[in-house]
């Protein structure tokens, strides 16, 4: 399966931005990943295919993950942003089961999407 991401860009603190995750086909699941500079990749969120979701205390209640199945579609709802949050988000997805999120468990991957959040 292929991923594509986009929506990434430059917004100040406190703004919003929402992302977009499009795979070839179907999932089992998607997460989003991000890595900033001189930084691990670290998980941020994941949903199932059936909307089942699971946030990390990091983006809990900023950060709202949702699907669209007929469109293979992940979007990625980020509020009240902080400079923290600059990164380069990835989307990876499994095509049979729901991994943890750590990095080597996902086996297909976006390109990336560069969020910066600055003033």
């Known amino acids: 399966v292929q991923l594509v991401e986009s929506g990434g860009g430059l917004v100040q603190p406190g703004g919003s931005l929402r992302l977009s995750c499009v795979a070839s086909?179907?999932?089992?699941?998607i997460s989003w990943f991000r890595q900033a500079p001189g930084k691990e990749r670290e998980g941020v969120l994941r949903?199932?295919?059936?909307?089942?979701?699971y946030y990390t205390d990091s983006v809990k209640g900023r950060f709202t993950i949702s699907r669209d199945n007929a469109k293979n579609t992940v979007y990625l709802r980020m509020n009240s942003l902080k400079p923290e949050d600059t990164a380069v988000y990835y989307c990876?997805?499994?095509?049979?089961?729901?991994?943890?999120?750590?990095?080597?468990?996902?086996?297909?991957w976006g390109q990336g999407t560069q969020v910066t959040v600055s003033s």
């Open positions: 086909g179907f999932t089992s699941a």
């Open positions: 949903i199932n295919h059936y909307g089942g979701t």
């Open positions: 990876a997805a499994s095509l049979s089961d729901v991994p943890p999120l750590v990095p080597g468990r996902w086996r297909y």
